[in-house]
């Protein structure tokens, strides 16, 4: 295997795949790599790819076994936390009403069932609330403020939320304390209440500005014991086991797309270890509804239980992600999955009906010269705009901003690409008077302005993120070793799986196969929409590769074509587990002719 190659020349001389994509060699050091094997006394292959993502050796360890112990830092480093914790450790010890005030997606969920959970075992009364999308859009409202104090709340903790309420915030002044937990960009300072814990505040100097919501609320959490246990309130029983709370941090910073290294890396890993465990009764339910056997992956959170646990939020009731998570009851998990579940497949419908106006919409504007997509339609739904703006981002590789129009209004939601920072754009067009809201972070954002006003937003956007229009039109695939099929054995797909987790910011490395021959393909799958194909090397060897959501495209033309020719196929080499025993297979993401 092959891990170097000249980084200005396409690999294999790839400069545009089947899918318009050029191949390039991943930057790294690789001698690096070697001295990493060295020191760590795992295989060289471990070592270069940890050298490719620029992992030194002082570090090098963590990362293959990472750690809370060694990697969780003081939750004091957080400004307000010890002004946070000691207001939740004097709730818990009096016994206060809470209201947890959290968000509708996936973050919201896990941040509020997290602290909703922890509070309750703590002797608190907690009443959590979701606000509904479309009625109440994102963010505290004041009518829903003076309700939860109406139902007797002293304290109203926002998660995932809550930055830029200062306005709001101003109504209930003096009839409830307010802390923030939260990780979105501040346009200024914090809003006037008792506690802002953000890492992402401008004033405070954690460096812990990659955590989810959850991820501060689980900061949170270790803040509060510590102050309980200060002031003796647990005497000789019993504390609350935080790590149990780890598969809600995993879940909520994968869906949220953290990057995967630090004290992230932690999160995940632990927390994968506990949802295996299947001791929640909400995840072990959706687990079971969605098919999900043997222990979840990093994959398993982004691709399965994370847009299930958001279908409620987007198209149906917006706490029915909270309530699944909050139970305990597994009768009650089963139903609320089996929900979910529904609602999950009601949203690909409802998102199958609007892309394909928006990417012909999106193609003509990139025709047309502007550097971001900007979309909108009448018939819309506001719940699954960021989805089909992640699509478009996807299939043209610019930042994509998509919006439901609805009497006068355009609410919208935009992904972007890495290197573009479409939360500034957005904030700095609130700030212009552009938008009527606005805020987000790097990669997502969402907004909300009037329709008239839509030419003049994507004129701000194509003038903010100018710099997109010399994107080429796919991304460059980015790949790091080069194997033949003979060499792709069980044991070399086992070291590979040591990096994992593998998301946002540890990619799972992107290996070529060239020259392989396909022996035999066909679809599979309920809906016939994955290729599977047993291929051989020119050397020897045969392996099972695999195509998923496959369509109908040129990828899936070439292997299934009876004189497809010797190709090249880029993907990814896994340890697949079945009936008890380990094999290698191959995961597609892209085709080239050899």
């Given amino acids: 295997m092959t891990l170097d190659g000249p980084l200005s020349a ?7 795949s089947l899918s318009n994509r050029r191949w390039r060699w991943r930057a790294g050091e690789g001698r690096a790599g070697l001295g990493i094997a060295e020191r760590l ?3 060289e292959i471990v070592g270069r790819l940890l050298a490719q993502r620029g992992i030194g050796l002082e570090s090098a360890a963590d990362y293959l076994e990472p750690t809370l112990r060694s990697l969780l830092p003081d939750p004091a480093v957080l400004r307000d936390m010890d002004r946070a914790a000691a207001r939740l450790a004097e709730a818990a010890a009096a016994g206060e009403t809470v209201a947890v005030f959290g968000d509708y997606d996936v973050d919201g969920a896990c941040g509020g069932a997290l602290l909703t959970g922890l509070l309750r075992s703590l002797g608190c009364t907690v009443l959590p609330y979701v606000p509904d999308r479309l009625s109440e859009g994102y963010g505290p409202n004041l009518p829903a403020l003076r309700g939860l104090i109406e139902r007797g709340a002293t304290l109203i903790v926002c998660v995932d939320c809550g930055t830029a309420a200062g306005a709001v915030f101003q109504g209930v002044a003096g009839e409830a304390d307010v802390v923030v937990l939260d990780h979105h960009k501040a346009e200024g300072p914090p809003p006037e209440i008792l506690a802002t814990v953000n890492p992402n505040r401008p004033d405070c100097a954690s460096g ?8 501060v609320a689980f900061m949170v959490a270790v803040g509060l014991l510590r102050e309980l246990r200060r002031g003796g309130h647990f005497g000789g029983d019993p504390e609350p086991d935080l790590f149990a709370l780890l598969d809600l941090v995993a879940l909520a910073t994968v869906c949220d797309v953290m990057p995967l290294a630090g004290l992230n890396r932690a999160f995940v890993t632990q927390g994968l270890k506990v949802m295996a465990r299947r001791e929640r009764p909400g995840i072990a339910a959706l687990l079971e509804v969605a098919q999900v056997s043997g222990s979840p992956s990093a994959g398993t959170l982004g691709f399965v239980l994370g847009p299930r646990i958001n279908a409620g939020g987007r198209i149906s009731e917006a706490d029915l992600g909270l309530r699944l998570l909050l139970s305990d009851d597994p009768a009650e998990a089963r139903g609320l999955a089996s929900t979910l579940d529904a609602v999950n497949r009601q949203r690909q419908a409802v998102e199958a009906t609007m892309l394909e106006a928006a990417l012909e919409a999106a193609g003509e504007q990139l025709a047309a010269g502007h550097a971001a997509v900007l979309v909108a339609g009448a018939e819309w739904h506001p719940g699954v705009v960021g989805i089909v703006a992640g699509r478009i981002k996807e299939q043209f590789n610019r930042p994509a901003c998509v919006a439901a129009l609805a009497d006068g209004i355009a609410r919208g939601s935009g992904r972007s690409v890495a290197g573009l920072d479409l939360g500034a754009a957005v904030i700095a067009a609130r700030a212009g008077g552009v938008l009527l809201t606005g805020g987000g972070h790097a990669m997502a954002a969402g907004f909300s302005l009037p329709q ?3 030419a003049e937003f994507h004129a701000f ?3 903010h993120l100018a710099s997109a229009a010399d994107l080429p039109p796919a991304a460059d695939l980015l790949v790091e070793g080069a194997v033949a099929v003979l060499g792709c054995t069980t044991e070399l797909a086992q070291q590979i799986g040591r990096l994992a987790p593998f998301g946002n910011g540890n990619e799972e490395p992107t290996l070529v196969l060239p020259r392989v021959r396909v022996m035999r393909a066909d679809r599979v799958g309920r809906e016939r929409n994955a290729i599977r194909a047993f291929v051989e090397g020119e050397g ?3 392996l099972k590769a695999m195509l998923f959501r496959a369509g109908e495209g040129a990828l899936a033309e070439a292997l299934l074509r009876s004189d497809r ?5 880029a993907g990814h080499l896994r340890a697949e587990q079945w009936n008890g025993t380990s094999a290698a297979g191959f995961v597609i993401t892209d085709v080239a002719k050899a």
Avoid: E
């Avoid at 396409?10 to 545009?16: F, K, N, Q």
């Avoid at 812990?208 to 991820?215: I, N, Q």
């Fill in 565 to 569: 020719g010797l190709l090249h196929l």
């Fill in 461 to 463: 956007l194509d003038a």
């Fill in 208 to 215: 812990l500005g990659a955590l989810c919501a959850t991820g």
């Fill in 10 to 16: 396409p690999v294999l001389g790839v400069s545009r």
């Fill in 540 to 542: 020897g060897g045969r």
């Fill in 452 to 454: 008239t006003k839509l």
């Fill in 41 to 43: 006394q795992v295989p």
